[in-house]
């Protein structure tokens, strides 16, 4: 396996992978949703403003993942992991949490000092995420499972309260996907 930044020349086959993936496991529907989100992502997010990370097994792409900026009032640097995949015939393996941590790792290096999803809390407790209420920090839109809101410091063991609102990237600032 390699762990590779991501390069806008993947955007088709990126886009292919996060379609599939999300179909085999949510439907047609699901993949397309979240397979636009991804090439919207790559389209109209500032490189400053995204982290990709592919990974492949040899020259076959198995995985991505993506984290985009979030902004609160307090100029915190804080990013959301939304999407990630690994391709369904290399689940269960430990890829996705590998990837995640590759993701992780990265960012520390570029300063990032707090890091939020929105998903399974079964899966993202492995990878050091835990669960937060929205009086800790308020999520960019209503959320309709507010036990998946999700959040790790980068920088210490806590994380404290942030006050007033925040926003994501456009690609992200709709309904469907909160």
Do not use: H
Request: with cysteine; aromatic share 12%; glycine share 8%.
């Amino acid at each position: 396996m390699n762990f590779e930044k991501y390069e806008s020349s993947s955007a088709n086959e990126v886009k292919q992978l996060f379609t599939s993936v999300f179909s085999d496991s949510e439907g047609q529907a699901e993949g397309e949703l979240i397979g636009n989100l991804v090439f919207e992502l790559q389209e109209t997010t500032e490189p400053n403003d995204m982290f990709g990370y592919l990974v492949r097994d040899g020259k076959t792409l198995i995985g991505g993942i993506f984290f985009t900026r979030m902004e609160f009032e307090n100029q915190i640097n804080a990013f959301i992991l939304s999407p990630v995949a690994v391709a369904t015939r290399y689940q269960k393996q430990g890829i996705g949490q590998e990837l995640i941590k590759f993701g992780i790792n990265s960012l520390k290096k570029n300063n990032v000092e707090l890091l939020f999803t929105y998903g399974d809390p079964n899966f993202y407790s492995k990878v050091g995420f835990k669960y937060i209420s929205e009086s800790i920090a308020k999520a960019p839109l209503k959320l309709t499972y507010p036990e998946g809101w999700l959040a790790q410091s980068l920088v210490s063991e806590n994380i404290e309260p942030i006050s007033g609102n925040s926003t994501c990237v456009s690609a992200l600032n709709s309904q469907q996907y909160w």
